[in-house]
């Protein structure tokens, strides 16, 4: 299984960005799905996940509002939608593919086996 993150970059405070995560090697429907973060110097954290089959989306706090996370199954893609970034929005973005999570355990990044490379999301004032 490989995925594969795009559609980082450099923006203005408030501006949007959409990254997406394209999976091969295996259908990705029946997988929880997910965005994690890491910040200069910060350990990677949670930002988003949905479910398998679609079912069911978690936000961390500070993007709660202004992220989207969706999926097109036809395209084996997720995507995350982001607006009104904010400097503080400055990180590495990772997908990353679960099979078999449970939901209580969706925002721990122990609970993926596969990732994605990341991409560079940089967010300036």
């Known amino acids: 299984v490989q995925l594969q993150a795009s559609g980082g970059g450099s923006v203005q405070a408030g501006d949007s960005l959409s990254l997406s995560c394209a999976v091969s090697?295996?259908?990705?429907?029946?997988?929880?799905m997910a965005w994690f973060r890491q910040g200069p110097g910060k350990e990677r954290e949670f930002v988003a996940a949905i479910g398998r089959y679609g079912g069911g989306t978690a936000y961390a706090d500070s993007v709660k509002g202004r992220f989207t996370i969706s999926r097109d199954s036809a395209k084996n893609t997720v995507y995350l939608q982001m607006n009104s970034l904010k400097p503080e929005d400055t990180a590495v973005y990772y997908c990353?593919?679960?099979?078999?999570?449970?939901?209580?355990?969706?925002?721990?990044?122990?609970?993926?086996?596969?990732w994605g490379q990341g991409t560079q999301v940089t967010v300036s004032s």
């Open positions: 990353a593919a679960g099979w078999g999570v449970i939901v209580s355990a969706r925002t721990s990044k122990n609970a993926y086996n596969y």
């Open positions: 090697g295996r259908t990705s429907n029946s997988a929880t």
